[in-house]
């Protein structure tokens, strides 16, 4: 294990925690048990605790491409 392994393991957290689903990790295997070996590790464990893969893909509750509503406020006319 070097350094750059524990750096990219911890860039990799978060996607698989929310994003790479069962679909992805099957798919690329060699990814998924090295990320399962460094995970497992009692320093990377010691220090971001126990990961867990997410099963199914997280998916934003907004639309993107949505158009973007935006309030016009009038400029109120200062009082003489």
């Not at 158009?67 to 009082?79: D, L």
Request: proline share 6%; glycine share 2%.
């Amino acid at each position: 294990m070097s350094v750059a392994d524990i750096c990219f393991a911890s860039m990799l957290r978060h996607p698989f925690r929310l994003v790479l689903d069962e679909k992805f990790r099957t798919n690329n295997p060699n990814l998924t048990k090295w990320f399962s070996s460094m995970s497992s590790h009692e320093v990377f464990m010691k220090r971001f605790g126990k990961i867990w893969f997410c099963n199914k893909e997280m998916e934003p509750d907004y639309e993107i491409n949505a158009p973007q509503k935006q309030k016009v406020e009038k400029a109120e006319k200062p009082k003489k």
